[in-house]
């Protein structure tokens, strides 16, 4: 005889019960708001799934057809007490399944079908996230420590698992997971000044079914940060020194890899992580050079990252650690982008700058 497993909790038990264990049988009462039956009642299993069919006025069904409502009927009670967006597609599924089970109905036909105990540990898993989110919301970034991060991120990795993607109940609450832990990054990123990398973020991060649009950025506070940055005066003086020789230039070729920049400064680094930089030149007669600059950038996360591609070698203690921790973030984004949670989309930073008179500019 083939050991029984709880449908709920996959555990074994013994008894005469054909779906659940005792414990998960007296969770699924206070689950639903069932009153407890009396001690006369001998097969309490058999009892609720009576109740659950009268729940959703359907009488004289067959007891297959009873354990198959009942199935659906508490997994989709445990979907409801999930706080989760983009699961309405699911639970819509699972209510005309719950619809097309009748006495009249020949075969129990199907629009998406579950095992109980996977519905349970996404249950469970949501449980788990919702409690980190919470501590996340709750982190000081001055007070972040290697442990602090090591943890978090451990703790995190279950919500990122690639595997669950075929699985279309799985895919929604994982998928839906991971937007909110999207959403609550953005919010850190303007909390920790890093406003362009939240901004492009937030743009990725677009609801389901819809792709972003491309962004133009010409905010004064983003061009004055890549005007006083180390990367961009050394390349600009790069640039001249080896085709200002004429006193005028234009390079606008995505092959030409002189035009490739990457930023040190924490924002902008994590914000362009491989731009390219078109620049149109002139020389003026006091040899200062008029430049009409427009940095390019595809945002994505399609390569998992090194911790070397972020840290720079003069960097110590916390901004390590920050650069541990931005490295991570990367690399979920990578199996978020897979999920189709993060989005693809062209980026585009247009300005024009006088070399001796870095802040003169206009948008």
């Not at 409801?80 to 309405?88: E, R």
């Not at 095992?115 to 949501?126: E, G, Q």
């Not at 200002?244 to 400064?265: E, H």
Request: charged share 30%.
């Amino acid at each position: 005889m083939s050991e029984k497993r709880c449908k709920l909790c996959n555990k074994p038990y013994e008894h005469h019960y054909a779906l659940f264990g005792r414990g998960c049988l007296e969770n699924i009462y206070e689950l639903l708001n069932f009153s407890k039956p009396s001690r006369i009642i001998w097969n309490k299993e058999m009892y609720l799934c009576t109740r659950i069919a009268w729940k959703n006025h359907k009488f004289f069904l067959n007891k297959k057809k009873k354990y198959a409502l009942a199935q659906k009927y508490i997994g989709l009670n445990y979907l409801n007490k999930m706080n989760l967006d983009f699961l309405d597609d699911v639970k819509e599924k699972i209510l005309k399944d719950i619809k097309n089970i009748s006495i009249f109905s020949k075969n129990i036909k199907e629009n998406i079908s579950f095992a109980l105990n996977d519905v349970y540990k996404l249950y469970n898993y949501s449980q788990r996230f919702d409690e980190i989110i919470e501590e996340f919301q709750n982190i000081k970034f001055e007070e972040l420590d290697e442990k602090m991060a090591k943890n978090f991120i451990e703790s995190l990795s279950f919500i990122f698992d690639k595997s669950k993607i075929s699985n279309p109940i799985s895919y929604a609450v994982f998928y839906s997971m991971q937007y909110t832990f999207w959403q609550v990054v953005i919010v850190g990123g303007l909390l920790a000044n890093m406003k362009l990398s939240a901004k492009l973020l937030n743009n990725s991060l677009s609801p389901f079914g819809k792709e972003p649009s491309d962004l133009i950025i010409d905010d004064n506070e983003t061009i004055t940060s890549i005007i006083e940055s180390e990367a961009f005066n050394k390349k600009i003086n790069e640039l001249i020194e080896k085709y200002g020789q004429d006193g005028r230039f234009v390079l606008n070729d995505y092959k030409n890899r002189d035009l490739l920049i990457r930023f040190a400064n924490s924002d902008l680094l994590y914000a362009l992580h491989d731009a390219t930089m078109f620049v149109n030149a002139v020389k003026n007669e006091d040899n200062t050079w008029n430049l009409e600059i427009e940095i390019n950038d595809t945002y994505d996360f399609t390569d998992f990252k090194n911790l070397k591609e972020y840290v720079d070698s003069n960097e110590t203690g916390k901004d390590i650690l920050k650069d541990i921790f931005s490295t991570v973030l990367n690399n979920l984004g990578v199996v978020s982008s897979e999920y189709g949670v993060l989005k693809i989309f062209e980026v585009k930073i247009k300005f024009d700058y006088t070399t001796e008179k870095k802040n003169m500019y206009k948008n």
